[in-house]
């Protein structure tokens, strides 16, 4: 008898101890096995294992890869369908720059979904608030300077990701905001917030709604010059001297529900706060298909 051991040679069990042969025709274990797990799937599901491949996530089209339970020309056709779904649920924010970083992994489903994943947390920020707004890609932070350091800081800037999403796909963007001088004076500074766009006839229009989480105030902004709507969704933040560090730090999300709803949410201190839905989507005009 014979056992395959790590390596490409195998181990002959004889009278006098083992004795290691090189042979070609013996795999290692863990190929063996690999591949033996690749077989029985195959002969479990024959033709229908691409139909089952095709109802795995992302997630789990990677873990039957790693385990080798499918085969790779397989696999890529698999990752190729997935990328070509997740494709059609976003929007680009400047569809030149997006549309070529897409286009040309096309033909790679997984880089692909890579690149997806990457342009969902990449913030634009236009040329003219570089001297202002610094954004690190590797750390996924953005810095902004007071709006009275000079006379180049712009008063506002929106800064949207590259990616947004759809009516009917959900979407949830979370951020952590930190100051200088602590939360509260951060005020209205920084706000967290969804652009609702859409066409009327051969016109685009934009909805800016947006969430303070250390006032806990709601504002709408109509397209246009048209006056900024606002109510108070949530109570104030209380600071106090005596707070830790953590407490220099505030948390919020906006979550776009699939039915074009939005909540946002707040956590201060260790405890979590939610305003509901405060704008149903028959808030907006119909023509809102694009959330960013």
Not at 38 to 61: R, W
Not at 163 to 179: D, E, H, Q
Not at 239 to 244: L, V
């Amino acid at each position: 008898p014979s056992h395959c051991g790590s390596s490409s040679s195998c181990l002959t069990f004889e009278r006098g101890g083992p004795r290691r042969n090189q042979s070609p025709n013996c795999k290692p274990m863990a190929e063996a096995s690999l591949s033996m797990r690749s077989e029985v799937a195959k002969a479990l599901l024959g033709d229908c294992l691409e139909d089952v491949g095709s109802f795995l996530t992302a997630a789990e089209l990677a873990e039957a890869e790693q385990a080798q339970l499918l085969e790779q020309q397989l696999v890529a056709r698999l990752y190729q369908q997935l990328s070509i779904e997740q494709e059609k649920q976003v929007v680009p924010w400047c569809a030149k720059k997006v549309h070529a970083s897409i286009i040309s992994l096309r033909s790679n489903g997984k880089r692909l979904m890579r690149e997806l994943e990457r342009l969902r947390t990449h913030f634009v920020v236009s040329k003219s608030h570089d001297r202002a707004v610094k954004w690190d890609e590797e750390a996924g932070s953005v810095s902004c300077l007071p709006s009275a350091s000079s006379e180049d800081t712009p008063p506002l800037c929106t800064l949207p990701l590259s990616l947004g999403t759809v009516l009917g796909r959900p979407l949830v963007v979370g951020m952590r905001f930190a100051c200088a001088g602590g939360v509260a004076s951060m005020g209205e500074g920084c706000c967290v917030g969804v652009i609702a766009a859409g066409k009327a006839g051969s016109y685009g229009m934009l909805h800016e709604i947006s969430f303070s989480p250390v006032t806990g105030r709601c504002y709408h902004q109509y397209p246009g010059h048209s006056p900024v709507m606002w109510a108070s969704v949530m109570s104030p933040v209380e600071t106090c001297d005596e707070c830790d560090e953590a407490a220099a730090e505030i948390d919020a999300w906006v979550y776009v529900r699939a039915d074009g709803g939005l909540c946002f949410f707040r956590s201060w201190q260790g405890n979590l706060q939610t305003a509901g839905i405060v704008l149903p989507r028959a808030s907006l005009p119909d023509n809102v298909s694009e959330y960013h």
